[in-house]
T-cell receptor, first 118, second 112 residues
Framework: KAGVTQTPRYLIKTRGQQVTLSCSPISGHRSVSWYQQTPGQGLQFLFEYFSETQRNKGNFPGRFSGRQFSNSRSEMNVSTLELGDSALYLC?????????????????FGAGSRLTVL | KQEVTQIPAALSVPEGENLVLNCSFTDSAIYNLQWFRQDPGKGLTSLLLIQSSQREQTSGRLNASLDKSSGRSTLYIAASQPGDSATYLCAVKETSGSRLTFGEGTQLTVNP
């Protein structure tokens, strides 16, 4: 079965621009979360969506936002880009908690979108 | 605030060696702990997940243990191979949601 798909894989933007990244979860997975990975800060949680609702949010400024659609696909947006936003953005999907499936709560990650801000 | 630490930061071993990677966390009230592998420029691959009620999990040459009370987990890799070269990340989940707190990772190099 298809894994988590993130697009685009690579992109270059300049300071002040905005960017939208897309994530298509594994079929049947309704929970999508986003992480930022940088050499200095490591992997940090951005936000989590379930049933089109943001369930949890990390400690990032309001320039970082996201949404989830009825088909569970998710997008994240970063406005007014700064040099420090250069990072690998990873999306992960999972079955929602409480469902009695083996492997529930295991996060499956996509390959990531590498953003470079010049 | 949960903090996750991984030791060592980097490790280089000859092929065939057994090795142990360490992970410690500051708040023992965790939901589960997951070990991941990351190859350069790639996403994360889940290796093992240990629920808070479990003590260990095994998959092939990998064995992960969890001691919640002391805030520690270890990943044991038996008979290492050059293909095991990657960064290994430990992450803890404190609730039933999807928020993970990651360690900085251990960069493993297995030399032929």
């Amino acid at each position: 079965k298809a894994g988590v798909t993130q697009t685009p894989r690579y992109l270059i933007k300049t300071r002040g621009q905005q960017v939208t990244l897309s994530c298509s979860p594994i079929s049947g997975h309704r929970s999508v979360s986003w992480y930022q990975q940088t050499p200095g800060q490591g992997l940090q949680f951005l936000f989590e969506y379930f049933s089109e609702t943001q369930r949890n949010k990390g400690n990032f400024p309001g320039r970082f936002s996201g949404r989830q659609f009825s088909n569970s696909r998710s997008e994240m947006n970063v406005s007014t880009l700064e040099l420090g936003d250069s990072a690998l953005y990873l999306c992960a999907s999972s079955r929602p908690p409480g469902q009695f499936f083996s492997g529930a709560n295991v996060l499956t990650f996509g390959a990531g979108s590498r953003l470079t801000v010049l | 605030k949960q903090e996750v630490t991984q030791i060592p930061a980097a490790l280089s071993v000859p092929e065939g060696e057994n090795l142990v990677l360490n992970c410690s966390f500051t708040d023992s009230a965790i939901y589960n702990l997951q070990w991941f592998r990351q190859d350069p420029g790639k996403g994360l691959t889940s290796l093992l997940l240990i629920q808070s009620s479990q003590r260990e999990q095994t998959s092939g040459r990998l064995n992960a243990s969890l001691d919640k009370s002391s805030g520690r987990s270890t990943l044991y890799i038996a008979a290492s191979q050059p293909g095991d070269s990657a960064t290994y990340l430990c992450a803890v989940k404190e609730t039933s949601g999807s928020r993970l707190t990651f360690g900085e990772g251990t960069q493993l190099t297995v030399n032929p």
